[in-house]
């Protein structure tokens, strides 16, 4: 059969191929660091919020426990936001003739809720829960960092897929005592956690969920 490609035709095709290949995983290369790096992801910048709440002088300075605020964060999948009623039970006595708290009362005397700007937010196909993670001796600042240094908050983890399953594989790493511990956003892990961690592992029955099903069903 007579060759429909003369021999060089072979080599242009090789050549054009590697390009080709050479093009695309480039481009996925930069599309990927692109995309896990810190500007799209947005760690490590906090978004514009309506009002300059300070989660510094809040719970650092004024010693707020989280839960005062994100009310459900123990007992559901959902942390929660205060609600301006929440703000008002002290921002009605103190701090109540500034500019900086003026969208608390004009919030409360309209009855439209103050318009946060979600600093986390997982793609819909992912399935979170905070309770579980709190229960089984996950701190909140194991993901959030130590908010109670921030004047305003922003992410310090990507949330990216390996990020959680990093986690789920070595739960021993990060655990720590259920109770104060856990709201605790200052906390330092003992120099004793390599014993400390399957310890605890063990007490409260953490297991390692890394089936797809777990956060996508
Ligand atoms: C006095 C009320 C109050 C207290 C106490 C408080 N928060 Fe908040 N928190 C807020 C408000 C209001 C927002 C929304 C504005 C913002 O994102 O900064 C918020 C937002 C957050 C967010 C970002 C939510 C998002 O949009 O993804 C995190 C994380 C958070 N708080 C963690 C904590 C932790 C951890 C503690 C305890 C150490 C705590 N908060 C204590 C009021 C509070
Ligand atoms: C348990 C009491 C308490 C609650 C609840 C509370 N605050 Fe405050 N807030 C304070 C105190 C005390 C100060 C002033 C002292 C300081 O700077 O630490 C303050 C100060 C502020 C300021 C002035 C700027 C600053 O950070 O110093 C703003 C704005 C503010 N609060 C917003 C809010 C909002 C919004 C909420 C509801 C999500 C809220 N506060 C809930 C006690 C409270
Ligand atoms: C295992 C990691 C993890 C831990 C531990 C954790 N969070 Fe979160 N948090 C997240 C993720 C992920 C989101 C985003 C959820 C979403 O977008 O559906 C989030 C969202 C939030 C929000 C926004 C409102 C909401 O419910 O989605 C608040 C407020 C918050 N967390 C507070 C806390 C507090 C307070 C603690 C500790 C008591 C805590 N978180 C512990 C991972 C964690
Ligand atoms: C700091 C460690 C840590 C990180 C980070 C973490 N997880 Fe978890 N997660 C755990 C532990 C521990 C459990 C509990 C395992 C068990 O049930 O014993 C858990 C359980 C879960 C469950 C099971 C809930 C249920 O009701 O069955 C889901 C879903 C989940 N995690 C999703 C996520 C997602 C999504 C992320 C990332 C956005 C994430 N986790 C990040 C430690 C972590
Ligand atoms: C512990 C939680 C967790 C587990 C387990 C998990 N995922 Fe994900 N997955 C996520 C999160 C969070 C995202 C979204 C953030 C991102 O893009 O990384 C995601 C995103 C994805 C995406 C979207 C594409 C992408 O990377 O942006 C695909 C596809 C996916 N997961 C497939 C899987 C498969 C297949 C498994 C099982 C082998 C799995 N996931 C197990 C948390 C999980």
Known sequence: MAQLFRPSSNTIFKVSLAGVVLFASTTLGVAYMIDRGSWITSVQSAPEQPIAFSHKHHVKDDGIDCRYCHTSVETSHFAGLPA???????????????????????????????????????????????SIHINKGMGCSACHGNVSEMPLVYKVNTLNMNWCVDCHRHPERLIRRRGADIFNTAYEYPANQAELGPQLVKEYHVQSLTDCVTCHR
């Open 84 to 130: 301006t009623e929440t703000c008002m039970s002290c921002h009605s006595q103190i701090w109540n003739n500034v500019e900086a708290t003026q969208p608390i009362r004009d919030s409360w005397a309209s009855g439209k809720s103050i318009a946060w700007t979600k600093v986390h937010n997982l793609p819909d196909y992912v399935y979170f829960n905070h």
